[in-house]
């Protein structure tokens, strides 16, 4: 297996972008997000949250990518958790 040091999002852009030929908005991750089981929400969760305790890159594009992580990690952890009261 190769490393791919690209994030999240950007390794989503280029699937989506290769198979529907545009990338994947944030809100389109969540709603995919949501359709998943309570174990493969946990453990995209856990992944993300690895990713995110990464090093940051100081660069305007490497912060502003940051922090589309940092609210699409807020957001599916919401929605885990609300998917999570609603025994779902």
Known sequence: MTDDDRNFIDRA?????NLYGEPM????I?????????????AALERFD???R???DSSPHNLRRRIQLVDLRRRMGGLHEALRKAKR
């Open 50 to 52: 690895a990713e995110l």
């Open 30 to 42: 969540v709603e995919n997000f949501a359709l998943y089981g309570l174990n493969k929400r946990a």
């Open 54 to 56: 990464g090093e940051i």
């Open 25 to 28: 908005s944030p809100e389109r």
């Open 13 to 17: 852009d280029s699937i989506t972008g």
